[in-house]
T-cell receptor, first 119, second 114 residues
C-alpha cells in the first residue's frame, strides 16, 4: 500500500525555466493538497484539488503557478519562468473523502516532498 | 486571518523527561486541532488530533490538550527518547462548509539528549 508518491525528489532549474512537480495520492484518496515550505518557515497552503476540479487555490501566487489533478494520472504543480524565490520544498498531501476520515477530521498523508533549487 | 504560534526556539530536554510543546492561535477555534511530526528531509506525519469539544487525548506516550478559552493546545511527550527528536507541527482544520484545509504553525524543534 504505497503512500503519497512525489517526483522528482530533487529538481534544479535555471531562472526562467519551467518546473513540473508530480504527485500520486495514496490509494483510495480523492483529495490532493499542495504546500510549500521555505527554510526555517512553516508549511504554507497553496492549493486543494479533487479529480478534475480546483476546490481552493487561495494560497497560489497569481502568476506563474498552476495546478491540476486530471481524471487519469498524477496531480501536477507547474511553475513557469522560475525565479530564485521559488526555491523551496513542495509537499503534496492527500486525504480520503468524508466517509473515510478519522473521526470526521481531514487528516493528511504527506509525500516526501520535491525540493526545487533555482540557480 | 487565523494566526498560529508555536515556539520557534528549539526545546532541549533530557531523555526520560516530559517534553511540552505549545500551540496558540488567534480568532475562532477550529473544529479539530492536529499534531504532526516532521523529520529533516521528510514530509510531516500525523500523530494525534483533538476535537474542539474534547479537553484531552492520549496515545501511548503522547498527550494533547485543547483549551478553547485560552486558544491553546499543549502537546506532551512523556518518558522522552532521543528518537523523539524532530520538529512538531500543530495544524488547525479550518472547515469552511464546503472544504477544509489545514493551516500549520511553523513548528517547534525538539532535541532529546542522553
Amino acid at each position: 500500500n504505497a503512500g503519497v508518491m512525489q517526483n522528482p525528489r530533487h529538481l534544479v532549474r535555471r531562472r526562467g525555466q519551467e518546473a513540473r512537480l508530480r504527485c500520486s495520492p495514496m490509494k483510495g484518496h480523492s483529495h490532493v493538497y499542495w504546500y510549500r515550505q521555505l527554510p526555517e518557515e512553516g508549511l504554507k497552503f497553496m492549493v486543494y484539488l479533487q479529480k478534475e476540479n480546483i476546490i481552493d487555490e487561495s494560497g497560489m501566487p497569481k502568476e506563474r503557478f498552476s495546478a491540476e489533478f486530471p481524471k487519469e494520472g498524477p496531480s501536477i504543480l507547474r511553475i513557469q519562468q522560475v525565479v530564485r524565490g521559488d526555491s523551496a520544498a513542495y509537499f503534496c498531501a492527500s486525504s480520503p473523502a468524508g466517509a473515510g476520515r478519522i473521526s470526521g477530521a481531514n487528516v493528511l498523508t504527506f509525500g516526501a516532498g520535491s525540493r526545487l533549487t533555482v540557480l | 486571518s487565523q494566526k498560529i504560534e508555536q515556539n520557534s526556539e528549539a526545546l532541549n530536554i533530557q531523555e526520560g523527561k516530559t517534553a511540552t510543546l505549545t500551540c496558540n492561535y488567534t480568532n475562532y477555534s477550529p473544529a479539530y486541532l492536529q499534531w504532526y511530526r516532521q523529520d529533516p528531509g521528510r514530509g510531516p506525519v500525523f500523530l494525534l488530533l483533538i476535537r474542539e469539544n474534547e479537553k484531552e487525548k492520549r496515545k501511548e506516550r503522547l498527550k494533547v490538550t485543547f483549551d478553547t478559552t485560552l486558544k491553546q493546545s499543549l502537546f506532551h511527550i512523556t518518558a522522552s527518547q532521543p528518537a523523539d527528536s524532530a520538529t512538531y507541527l500543530c495544524a488547525l482544520d479550518m472547515y469552511s462548509g464546503t472544504a477544509s484545509k489545514l493551516t500549520f504553525g511553523t513548528g517547534t524543534r525538539l532535541q532529546v539528549t542522553l
